[in-house]
């Protein structure tokens, strides 16, 4: 499964639903990538919602993997003390 889009206030809650109920209803099994290539604008909920997907991936036993995370979003993660935590891979 491959999740895209934008990352927001606005849209947070229902990205945080598509993939955790994605994880939840087996629709994802083994691997999750989630990309941010067209991330527009990002604040710190990105950086939640990123730690609430990975618990739940923990959980799912769904290997979870985040792609070009631009560098705001790589930042936040990285003040908050959470970068390693999460599997980043940095806009090509």
Do not use: C, H
């Not at 990123?50 to 792609?67: G, P, Y």
């Amino acid at each position: 499964m491959q999740v895209t889009g934008n990352v927001t206030m606005a849209t947070v809650s229902a990205l945080f639903s598509a993939g955790t109920n994605a994880q939840k209803n087996g629709k994802v099994s083994g691997d999750m990538v989630v990309d941010f290539a067209a991330l527009e604008k990002v604040d710190s909920s990105a950086v939640s919602l990123m730690l609430v997907w990975l618990r739940e991936a923990q959980r799912n036993k769904v290997n979870l993997r985040f792609i070009n995370v631009p560098g705001n979003l790589m930042s936040l993660a990285k003040l908050y003390g959470v970068a390693e935590l999460l599997t980043l891979s940095t806009a090509e």
